[in-house]
C-alpha cells in the first residue's frame, strides 16, 4: 500500500510535465497573444512587454525557465493581474473555491446517495420515479440558469440573500446549491443503478437467507458494494469541485480558482495558465489517488498488484 | 418458491443473445418506451422542422422583435423577430446531434481503454490510469478555441472538441466497473473454462459492467448539450444563425429579466430531453441485467 | 480606455447626444446637498478586477475609474470635456508662455498647494519622475506611444536591450524637466496640437519615486498606494471588492462620500440583480432590456441616458478580393437599414451612423454620409455597377466578429439584411475573441466588426491612427495619399480652425471610399438609484458612469 502510494506519487511528477507540455504547446499554438488586443498597441510597446516577460526568448527557453521556476515553489508571475505572482493568486483564491466545492460535495452525496438508495429499494414506486424527476430536473438547468433563477427568487424578489462576492455565510448558500445541483442529481442516478445491481448478487442473497436481518443487509452488504461506482464517479466529481467552475464563479462573483484558468486562457495569460493547469492537474490527480485507496478499503477484492 | 419460478423460466426460455434479450425485455417497460419514442419524435420533428412550421430559423421579421408567444408563434419572437418555435425545432438537429455524436466518440474512445486497463492491469493499467489523470487536467478549452480557429467554426469540431474530453470519466467507470468484476464467479469460470484475455473482456466483462455505464451516458448526453451551453455562455458556440439549444439558453439568458420565455421555453426541451433519455437508460439498464432475465 | 474602444463588453450599451440632453438633467449638478444626513456611500461595479492600477501602466477603463479618484493630473477634463487645469496653476497657452512660439515646449505652472495623501507636497519633480517611468523601457507602459511625440521619448522607451547606463543616459535626454518645485518644462518633437489633451490623461498623473522604490510592485496595494486625488484607498480585496474613502488631506474640495466600492460583478444579469436588490447604486441593464426597462414604471425613473464618443463599424479589408471594389464596399453599405437595428431592435437606443466621428466631438459632420442612408433600389443599382448585377458572379462573402456580448446579434442582423435586401448570402465567422483580434491585427479578415471610442475628444484621436497608409490600427489597409498628405499636416497645424477644416476633409475622402460600414454611435443606457445625486456623466465615462466625476456625488434619500 505505501508502496503503491509512493509509486503514484512518483509518476505524478511525469504527469504534471505531460500536461505542463501539452499546455505549453497548445498555448502557443492557440492563435492570438496576451498583447492582441482589439486597439492594437504600437510594435514598440509589444516589443517591450515581450522583452519584460521573457516572450523574446526562444520557446523551449521559455518553457525551460518555467520548469526551472516550478521546481523552486514559484509559478511565474500573471499578465492580466500585473504584479502579482501566480503562486500568491493560486493558494488566496484556493481556501474559498475549496470551501465552496467541499460544502457542495457534501451536499451534493447527503442528497443524492440516500435518494438513489431509497428509489432502488422501492424500484418502480413512487418514490422511484419521483426521485428520478426531481434529479433530472435539477441536472437539466445550465448552472448559469439555475444560478439567476435562484438570484431571482432569493435576491432579487425575496431579498433574503445577497447576489454574490466572498465573505459572509450567506454568500454561500446559492453557489453551493448550483455547484450540487448536478452532482446530486448523478450521484443520485449512479446509486440507485449500482445498488439494484448489488440487491441481486448472490452474497446478498446468501446474507438474506442466512437470516441477517433487513438492515444489517442493507448496510453491510448492499450499502457498502453499491458504493464502487459512486465512489468512482465522487472521486473526480470532488477534484471538479474543488477545482472549481468558472461559470459558477463568474455568475456569483467568488474570488476563488475556477475561474482563473479560463480568465488566463481568455486573455492568453501564458503566466495564469500554466500555474493553473499545474494546479489543477496536480489536485485532480491527488484526489484520484485518494479514490483508488478508498476503493481497496472498500471492497476488499481489490488488492494493489 | 422463488428459486422454482426462476428453474422453470430459465429451462424454458428460447436462447437469446444478451442484446436480443434485452430488447424483448425493453419492450416491457413503458417508461423507457416512452423514453424512447420521445426522443424518435423528436428526431423526426427535427428533420420534418421545415413540414412543421412555415418559418426558417433564420427568417428575420424586425417588426415582431421579442413578441410574447401567441398563437402565429407559440414560443413567442427573439430578438431579430425569429420565430422561437422553429428555432427550437432546428436546434434540436443540433443539440441532439451533439448530445449523441460527443457521446459516440466517448464510447469508442472510452470503453475499450477502460476495460482493457480493468482488465489488463498491472502496468497498462497504470499507464493508462496516468494518462487518464492527465486527460483530466487536460485544457480542452484551448484545445476548442484551437480546433475552431484551424478548422473553422463547423459545429462537428465542437462534437470532436468535448468527445475528445469528455472520454475520461467513462473509461474510469469502465474500469471500476471490469475491477470488481473481474474476481467474481462467472469470470473465474470463464476463464477456468478456458476463455482468453480478450474474449472474457467482451464477452463477460464488458456486457456486465453496461449498468452504471449507460446510465451515466444517459447523463452525459445532456451534459454534452450543456457543454455546448457553456461554450455559447463564454463565447466558442455554433456558427450562427444556425441555432442550438444551447445557443438559445446562450440568448435568452441574455434577456431573462425582459422576456424570460425565450430561455424557459428550450430549458423545458432540455429537461423533457434528459428525462427522456433517463428513463430510457434505465430501461436499458433494466434489460441488460443478465440477472433479471425472465 | 481600450476595452471600451471596442464593443466586447459583456455589458453592452448604446448611444447619444450630450450636447442636446442639458447638463443638469442628468447630473442635478447645479442642486448643492444642504446637510447630508444619509451614509454617504456609492457602490458601484467595475465589472472585473482590474488588471494593475499603477497610472503609469495602467490601460483599461476598468483601472482608469480607480485611478481616477486617486490621482489628479496637472490638467483635466470638465463635464463639456473641455480640459481644465488641475494640478496645473493654469492652462498654458503662447499668450502666458506655457507654449512656446514654434509649439514645441510647454511649460506647466503647478499650484503650490497640492499635497499627497501622507501630507508630502505635489512638486514637479513627481510629474517628471512619472512621465520618464512612464516611457522606460522596463516598464513597458501601453499608452506610452501616446507620448512619443516628447523628445527622446521613444529612444528612450525602445532601449529594451541597452546596457543600464545606456538606459540611464537615454533617460537624461527625454524632454521632460523639472525647472523648479512648481515649473514643468515638457519638450516635442513636433507641434502637437492635441498634446495637452494628453496632459490630462491618466498615464501622466505624478506617482511617487520613494514609494515606488520601496515597495516595487506592491506600491499599488493599501496603505502604499498614496496618491492626490480626493480618495485614498482603504481596502483592495483581489477580484472582489476595492473600497475608497476620502483624503483627509485632499488640498482641492473634499467630497461629500465617506466612502466608494467598486464591486467586481462580471455577469451582466448578476450585476442587474444587484442593482435590483440594492447592493449596487448603478449600473448599465443587460443590451435586449432597453424596451422592459423603459415601461418599468420603477425603473423608466431611475433611467439615464447619454451619449458616447464610440462608433460602432464593420470594416473591410481592401487588400482581399472582391472588398476592393469601391463600388461594392458603396452597395452593401447602402444596404443596411442601421434604423431598423437601433429603432427596433435596440428599442431607440443609439443613433444612426453614417459618418465616423461621433457627435459631440468636434469634427463630426452630422450631413456626411448621407448618400449611404438605407435605400435598395440605389443598393441594387451599385451592386450593378460594381460587376455583380443582382448578386451574379459575387463570390462567398465572410464576416468575421468576437462571439461575446451582442456581437452575434450585430452579425445577424447584417446577414439578415443582405440576404434580404440584395439576395447576398454572408458567411458569419464567430471567434474567440484574442482569436478576433489577432485576425485583424494580422488582416487575415475579410469583413469585420470594429468599433473605436475615444481616448480624448479630438479629431487626430479617430482618423490617421486608423486610415493612414500602414498606420498602427489601419486594418481596412486602406491608403489614399491625398489623405495622409492632409492628416501629416493637420497633425502639426497649430491654428484650430484650419485644423479641424483639415480634418474635417480628411473624414470626407474617407467617408467617400467607404472603408467601412458605419452603424452607429453608442448611447450609455444606465440606471441609477434615486438617491444618487450631484452624478455628472461624459461622452468618455469609463466601465462606471460618471467616473470622472464621483467627487461631485452625494447621497439623499
Not at chain 2, 471490469?178 to 473482456?201: C, E, H, Q
Not at chain 3, 503662447?94 to 512656446?100: C, E, H, P, Q, V
Not at chain 3, 498614496?226 to 477580484?239: A, D, L, R, V
Not at chain 3, 497608409?469 to 486602406?478: E, L, S, W
Request: with cysteine; aromatic share 10%; glycine share 8%.
Amino acid at each position: 500500500m505505501f508502496k503503491f502510494i509512493v509509486r503514484r506519487i512518483l509518476w505524478l511528477v511525469l504527469v504534471l510535465f505531460v500536461v505542463s507540455l501539452i499546455t505549453f504547446t497548445l498555448m502557443h499554438l492557440v492563435p492570438g497573444g496576451p498583447w492582441d488586443r482589439e486597439k492594437q498597441l504600437a510594435p514598440q510597446v509589444v516589443d517591450a512587454l515581450n522583452k519584460r516577460y521573457g516572450l523574446d526568448k526562444p520557446l523551449y527557453e521559455q518553457f525551460g525557465n518555467f520548469l526551472w521556476g516550478v521546481v523552486q515553489g514559484d509559478l511565474g508571475v500573471s499578465y492580466s493581474f500585473q504584479g502579482r505572482g501566480v503562486t500568491e493568486i493560486l493558494l488566496k483564491g484556493l481556501p474559498r473555491t475549496a470551501i465552496l466545492g467541499i460544502l457542495a460535495f457534501i451536499l451534493a452525496q447527503a442528497v443524492g446517495i440516500p435518494f438513489g438508495m431509497a428509489a432502488a429499494l422501492k424500484q418502480n414506486s413512487t418514490t422511484d420515479y419521483a426521485s428520478v424527476i426531481f434529479s433530472t430536473i435539477f441536472a437539466s438547468i445550465p448552472g448559469f440558469v439555475l444560478g439567476i433563477l435562484l438570484m431571482i427568487l432569493f435576491s432579487v424578489a425575496l431579498h433574503w440573500l445577497p447576489t454574490g462576492g466572498w465573505g459572509s455565510p450567506l454568500q454561500l448558500i446559492m453557489p453551493v446549491i448550483c455547484l450540487a445541483a448536478l452532482p446530486a442529481a448523478q450521484s443520485a442516478r449512479i446509486t440507485r443503478a449500482s445498488t439494484l445491481e448489488v440487491m441481486r448478487q448472490d452474497y446478498v442473497r446468501t446474507a438474506r437467507s442466512k437470516g441477517l436481518p433487513e438492515n444489517v443487509v442493507r448496510v453491510r452488504h448492499i450499502f457498502r458494494n453499491s458504493l464502487i461506482p459512486v465512489v468512482t464517479v465522487a472521486g473526480p466529481e470532488l477534484a471538479n469541485l474543488i477545482t472549481g467552475s468558472f461559470i459558477i464563479e463568474n455568475l456569483f462573483s467568488i474570488p476563488g480558482v475556477g475561474r482563473l484558468f479560463v480568465q488566463g486562457v481568455f486573455a492568453r495569460d501564458y503566466g495564469l495558465i500554466m500555474g493553473g493547469v499545474l494546479f489543477y492537474a496536480f489536485a485532480i490527480a491527488i484526489l484520484n489517488l485518494v479514490v483508488d485507496v478508498l476503493y481497496a478499503a472498500i471492497d476488499p477484492r481489490i488488492r494493489f498488484d | 418458491m422463488t428459486v422454482v419460478t426462476k428453474i422453470e423460466t430459465v429451462s424454458a426460455r428460447p436462447h437469446h443473445t444478451l442484446w436480443g434479450d434485452a430488447f424483448i425485455r425493453l419492450r416491457r417497460n413503458y417508461l423507457a418506451l416512452a423514453g424512447a419514442v420521445f426522443i424518435l419524435l423528436l428526431a423526426l420533428a427535427a428533420i420534418l422542422a421545415p413540414l412543421i412550421t412555415p418559418y426558417g430559423f433564420a427568417d428575420q421579421n424586425l417588426d415582431e422583435i421579442m413578441e410574447s408567444p401567441s398563437w402565429k408563434h407559440p414560443m413567442g419572437t427573439d430578438e431579430l423577430g425569429r420565430d422561437a418555435f422553429a428555432r427550437l425545432l432546428y436546434g434540436a438537429r443540433t443539440s441532439l446531434s451533439v448530445g449523441i455524436f460527443t457521446q459516440f466518440i466517448v464510447i469508442v474512445i472510452g470503453l475499450p481503454i477502460g476495460a482493457i486497463s480493468g482488465y489488463a492491469g498491472g502496468k497498462t493499467d497504470n499507464f493508462i490510469m496516468r494518462f487518464v489523470d492527465v486527460m483530466y487536467a487536460f485544457p480542452d478549452i484551448l484545445l476548442i478555441i484551437l480546433l475552431r480557429s484551424v478548422l473553422g467554426g463547423s459545429i462537428y469540431m465542437l462534437f470532436l472538441a468535448i468527445g475528445l474530453v469528455a472520454w475520461v470519466g467513462v473509461s474510469r467507470l469502465v474500469r471500476g466497473q471490469v475491477l470488481s468484476l473481474k474476481s467474481r464467479d462467472f469470470v473465474s469460470a470463464a476463464r477456468a473454462m478456458g476463455g482468453m484475455g480478450n474474449y472474457i473482456t467482451w464477452r463477460h466483462l464488458l456486457p456486465n459492467s453496461l449498468g452504471p455505464v449507460i446510465v451515466s451516458i444517459t447523463f452525459n448526453i445532456p451534459r454534452a448539450i450543456f457543454a455546448e451551453a457553456a461554450l455559447s455562455y463564454i463565447g466558442i458556440g455554433v456558427q450562427p444563425p444556425t441555432p442550438s439549444w444551447g445557443a438559445m439558453i446562450r440568448d435568452g439568458y441574455n434577456l431573462i429579466f425582459a422576456k424570460p420565455h425565450l430561455i424557459i421555453f428550450p430549458a423545458i426541451a432540455i429537461a423533457l430531453l434528459l428525462l427522456a433519455f433517463t428513463f430510457l437508460g434505465d430501461g436499458l439498464r433494466d434489460a441488460l441485467d443478465p440477472k433479471l432475465r425472465r | 480606455m481600450k476595452k471600451r474602444t471596442i464593443i466586447f463588453s459583456l455589458i453592452a450599451f448604446l448611444v447619444t447626444l450630450s450636447l442636446i440632453l442639458p447638463a443638469c438633467a442628468q447630473g442635478d449638478g447645479a442642486t448643492k446637498p444642504g446637510k447630508l444626513t444619509d451614509p454617504q456611500v456609492l457602490r458601484v461595479n467595475l465589472a472585473g478586477e482590474p488588471n494593475t492600477i499603477d497610472p503609469n501602466r495602467a490601460s483599461w477603463s476598468t483601472e482608469r475609474t480607480v485611478i481616477m479618484q486617486v490621482f489628479e493630473g496637472l490638467l483635466g477634463f470638465k463635464q463639456d470635456l473641455s480640459l481644465t487645469p488641475v494640478v496645473a496653476r493654469e492652462m498654458p497657452t503662447t499668450a502666458n508662455k506655457g507654449i512656446s512660439a514654434d509649439g514645441k515646449t510647454y511649460t506647466f505652472k503647478l499650484k503650490n498647494n497640492v499635497t499627497w495623501s501622507d501630507g508630502k507636497k505635489v512638486t514637479a519633480k513627481d510629474f517628471e519622475y512619472s512621465i520618464k517611468r512612464m516611457l522606460s523601457p522596463d516598464l513597458a507602459a501601453e499608452y506610452a506611444s501616446f507620448y512619443f511625440g516628447i523628445a527622446g521619448g521613444e529612444a528612450y522607451y525602445t532601449a529594451t536591450d541597452k546596457s543600464a547606463a545606456e538606459k540611464a543616459a537615454l533617460k537624461d535626454k527625454v524632454g521632460v524637466k523639472a525647472i523648479d518645485d512648481t515649473t514643468l518644462e515638457i519638450k516635442l518633437v513636433d507641434p502637437l496640437p492635441h498634446f495637452l489633451s494628453l496632459m490630462a490623461l491618466w498615464p501622466v498623473y505624478p506617482v511617487r519615486e520613494d514609494i515606488i522604490n520601496q515597495f516595487g510592485e506592491k506600491w499599488t496595494e493599501p496603505p502604499n498606494y498614496i496618491g492626490n486625488g480626493p480618495y485614498i484607498m482603504k481596502t483592495w480585496e483581489h477580484s472582489d471588492h476595492i473600497t475608497l474613502v476620502p483624503n483627509e488631506k485632499y488640498w482641492g474640495t473634499k467630497p461629500f462620500l465617506t466612502e466608494i466600492t467598486f464591486k467586481m460583478i462580471t455577469d451582466v444579469n448578476a450585476a442587474f440583480a444587484a442593482y435590483k436588490n440594492n447592493e449596487i447604486d448603478i449600473i448599465a441593464p443587460p443590451a435586449g432590456n432597453e424596451k422592459t426597462v423603459m415601461a418599468d414604471p420603477v425603473l423608466s425613473k431611475e433611467l439615464v441616458r447619454y451619449a458616447e464618443l464610440v462608433t460602432f463599424a464593420f470594416q473591410f479589408n481592401l487588400a482581399k478580393p472582391p472588398f476592393d471594389n469601391k463600388k461594392l464596399r458603396q452597395a452593401l453599405s447602402t444596404a443596411v437599414d442601421r434604423a431598423a437595428f437601433v429603432d427596433k431592435v435596440r428599442s431607440g437606443v443609439g443613433k444612426v451612423a453614417l459618418s465616423w466621428i461621433p457627435p459631440g466631438m468636434p469634427g463630426h459632420d452630422p450631413n456626411l454620409g448621407s448618400e449611404y442612408a438605407f435605400n435598395v433600389t440605389k443598393a441594387k443599382q451599385l451592386l450593378s455597377e460594381a460587376g455583380y448585377p443582382d448578386g451574379k458572379g459575387l463570390p462567398q462573402l465572410k464576416f468575421q466578429y468576437a462571439d461575446t456580448g451582442s456581437n452575434p446579434l450585430i452579425a445577424q442582423f447584417l446577414q439578415g439584411q443582405l440576404k434580404a435586401n440584395l439576395g447576398i448570402d454572408l458567411t458569419l465567422e464567430p471567434m474567440e475573441r484574442k482569436a478576433f483580434s489577432a485576425a485583424v491585427n494580422a488582416e487575415t479578415h475579410t469583413w469585420a466588426w470594429f468599433g473605436w471610442g475615444a481616448d480624448y475628444p479630438d479629431p487626430q484621436n479617430w482618423l490617421p491612427e486608423l486610415f493612414g497608409t500602414n498606420a498602427g490600427n489601419n486594418h481596412t489597409n486602406y491608403s489614399n495619399k491625398a489623405f495622409d498628405d492632409l492628416a501629416k499636416k493637420a497633425n502639426i497645424e497649430l491654428n484650430e480652425t484650419k485644423r479641424l477644416q483639415m480634418w474635417a476633409d480628411a473624414q470626407k475622402m474617407v467617408i467617400d471610399d467607404a472603408p467601412i460600414v458605419n452603424m452607429f454611435y453608442r448611447e450609455r443606457f444606465v440606471l441609477r438609484k434615486p438617491w444618487i445625486k450631484g452624478h455628472k456623466t461624459t461622452g468618455m465615462d469609463g466601465d462606471v458612469s460618471g467616473d470622472m466625476f464621483l467627487n461631485e456625488v452625494y447621497v439623499q434619500k
